[in-house]
Structures are given as C-alpha cells and as structure tokens.
C-alpha cells in the first residue's frame, strides 16, 4: 500500500491520522510519514484500514438492505439517526469489527445508506439522537 492510498483510505471514511495513531501506538508523525512514502507502512496497519473501510461499506450496505426489506411502504420516510458523540455512538450496537471508531466514520456511513435509499426510491432523513 502507497501512502497515497492509505490516506484516501483514511480520508475516504473521515478518519483522522490521529486514529490510526492510537490504535497502532505510533506517533502522530510517524502515521504522517506514512502518507507520504517516508517510511515503509507496517502490513498491521494496511490490514486494520482496509478491514475498517469494508466494515463501513459492508455495514452501509446491510443497513440499506434491512431498511428496504422491513420498510413500512405508506410511511412517507426513512429516518437516520446520527450520533452527536462517540460516547453515545459507542455505546450503542454497531459492531464494524474495530471498537470505538469516530463519529464522523459513522456520519460517513450513514451518507452512504442514505445514499443506497434513495437510488431506491426511498426518502431519508437523518437526525440527531436524543
């Protein structure tokens, strides 16, 4: 894996290098030489990001199943619900294989779901939780 592709990986489900810092107990500026080819990427970390990037997608792609197989069809739409925090996302049951991933990895997520709806012909909507 280049360091071009590990940051478009991370950046493509809004990942912050930070992340990937403290789950590999690195420093901040070592994943940084990383995405830019100064130092070799360890296969640990490749493995983590691409697991984490076909959880999301595989995740969204669940989501959007479920939701279109249990749909009530005269509701006039599908609500999201959006987590303001990573405490109240993690303790919720979203299991993506990597504990405790950012909020914004699951803002991303849901994007995606909605996304998969409404090529389906479904109207979305996406709220905070309460």
Partial sequence: MSGAELKTL??????????????????????????????????????????????????????????????DPSAPSCKLIRYKSETALWLTDHDLGVRKIPVNCYAIMLARVRCILRNNGINVTIQYDV
Avoid at 28 to 50: A, C, G, H, M, S
């Fill in 10 to 71: 991370r950046e493509s489900i809004g990942l912050p290098a930070r992340w990937i810092a403290d789950m590999t107990n690195m420093d901040l500026r070592t994943v940084q030489y990383w995405e830019v080819d100064k130092f070799p990427i360890p296969e640990i970390v490749e493995n983590l990001l691409i697991e984490l990037v076909d959880a999301i997608e595989n995740k969204a792609i669940l989501m959007a199943k479920n939701i279109i197989a249990n749909r």
